[in-house]
């Protein structure tokens, strides 16, 4: 079975910190994603990737960067964390047109 | 902009007791609707994946059906252990990118 595995289930940062969460998946999906998932609001796209070095702007890019050197690994990068990034990130990997694999998630909360 | 959206937001039903969960989408060329359940502090798991208006998709007390406008989860004689977030998400056209709903938290009780 896919495995999409995320570094960390919990993590505390501090304001101001620049945080790394990192996502490996094993199935040589050309597509990753990253979302993040808060009440009320459901699970909104970050941004994703579908190649290696490529990616793509989701729904609320800002205040994060992403990078995917190599096809299986694809890193979401907090600049400059703030308290409103408080929340649960979810990491995703698929082949093309067909359904999404994801990880467990990482519950980040900045203070 | 491609959207979707679930009702009800929350659904309570007692064990046994029959019902659907809807998903409406506004997404430019489908190309796939997916069915998501998600347990609380954990990731989205796969359900079922529809592609074309008129097919549906079968798993225990679970079914999937999908029109040209929305998707229905059915849920036949529900276990206190179907309780969970039941997602939506719709690929349009010339992209990979999913669009999710905002879920439907269902509460089965014994």
């Known amino acids: 079975d896919v495995k999409v595995t995320q570094s960390s289930r919990y993590l505390v940062k501090r304001t101001g910190e620049k945080v790394f969460l990192e996502c490996v998946q094993d199935?040589?999906?050309?597509?990753m994603f990253w979302y993040r998932q808060d009440p009320g609001l459901g699970l909104r796209l970050i941004y994703f990737s579908y190649d290696v070095k490529m990616k793509e702007k989701g729904d609320i890019p800002e205040g994060y960067s992403v990078s995917r050197e190599k096809k299986e690994r694809f890193s979401l990068i907090l600049e400059s964390a703030s308290t409103n990034q408080t929340s649960m990130y979810l990491c995703a990997s698929s082949l093309s047109r067909v359904r999404a694999f994801f990880g467990q998630g990482t519950r980040l909360t900045v203070v | 902009e491609d959207q979707v959206t679930q009702s009800p937001e929350a659904l309570r039903l007692q064990e046994g007791e029959s019902s659907s969960l809807n998903c409406s989408y506004t997404?430019?060329?489908?190309?796939?609707l997916f069915w998501y359940r998600q347990d609380p502090g954990k990731g989205p798991e796969f359900l079922f994946t529809l592609y074309s208006a008129g097919e549906e998709k079968e798993k225990e007390r679970l079914k999937a059906t999908l029109t040209k406008k929305e998707s229905f989860l059915h849920i036949t004689a529900p276990k206190p252990e179907d309780s969970a977030t039941y997602l939506c998400?719709?690929?349009?056209?010339?992209?990979?990118?999913?669009?999710f709903g905002k879920g439907t938290k269902l509460t089965v009780n014994p």
């Open positions: 199935m040589d999906h050309e597509n």
């Open positions: 997404v430019s060329g489908l190309r796939g």
């Open positions: 998400a719709g690929r349009g056209g010339g992209s990979e990118k999913l669009v």
